[in-house]
């Protein structure tokens, strides 16, 4: 397993600067953000060169409208999509992570026919379809991102996500991104869920319970990655603490903070 995290949890001004701070914490990637990717892949690619780092990811954020019932904004969203993967080859990010659907239900209710949940899950087959085998025609993964309730009401745990790989013939390159604040909120029992669809895991967003880093909550971290090993998962533990994507007014505080928590995470087993 190998360490990375979001880009607006590190300090500098520019993208030289963050990398070099996460080099010096003993991260091995980086995790960007997709909103005004495009324009920044030269410096980007320059930054990961000039300290070996890797973009472990690229993430959507709150960009969705995937399963809008309007089609102009289905058709907009999918080709930001399509975008955000093609910066992620430029920039040499395997992943690509994205949330279904935030907030509540935009589908009309059909019932009898069909309830707007019903609706969207077939929307979300036919999305996953869509886009999988580009996805694996550019070299990317595609990563269902589970949410909390009080972010989206449509897919908040892992068994969801397992669902709708099922729907696409569990495709090799569309696969769940799990975050452990998410799955303390919505798991009965979160290492129980981990262990039962770990087969469907391409990526993990870390931090503690409440949000915080990993060591500042009550989750047990050994417990976590001894799971983690059990089931084979050998891929990325991303930070994504705080407010994630408008974490940058908070960098500062993350710099003092986080060699306490990396240590923790590294004498879990990492």
Aim: aromatic share 8%.
């Amino acid at each position: 397993m190998q360490l990375a995290i979001q880009e607006d949890m590190l300090a500098g001004r520019t993208v030289l600067e963050k990398l070099e701070q996460a080099a010096q914490l003993g991260f091995e990637g980086v995790e960007f953000w997709a909103e005004g990717l495009t324009e920044r892949v030269p410096e980007i690619v320059g930054a990961l060169a000039a300290t070996g780092l890797k973009a472990s990811a690229v993430n959507q954020g709150r960009r969705d409208g995937y399963l809008s019932p309007d089609l102009a904004e289905r058709e907009a969203a999918i080709s930001q999509l399509r975008q955000t993967m093609a910066d992620a080859v430029d920039i040499g990010a395997y992943h690509v992570l994205f949330v279904p659907l935030y907030g509540a239900s935009k589908m009309p209710d059909l019932t009898p026919y069909r309830s707007p949940i019903e609706l969207e899950g077939e929307m979300l087959v036919w999305l996953l379809r869509t886009v999988s085998d580009l996805a694996y025609a550019m070299g990317v993964e595609l990563d269902m991102q589970p949410a909390n309730r009080y972010e989206t009401y449509f897919l908040n745990r892992l068994e969801q996500g397992a669902f709708f790989r099922r729907k696409i013939k569990d495709h090799p390159h569309v696969k769940i991104a799990a975050g452990l604040f998410h799955m303390a909120m919505e798991e009965d029992d979160a290492l129980g869920s981990l262990r039962e669809y770990g087969s469907h895991l391409g990526y993990i967003h870390v931090s503690d319970h409440n949000g915080r880093l990993p060591g500042q909550g009550m989750l047990d971290f050994t417990l976590v990655i001894r799971v983690l090993r059990e089931i084979g998962y050998d891929g990325w533990l991303s930070y994504a603490c705080g407010e994630t994507g408008q974490n940058q007014r908070n960098a500062n505080r993350f710099m003092a903070e986080l060699p306490a928590s990396i240590h923790l995470l590294r004498e879990a087993g990492i």
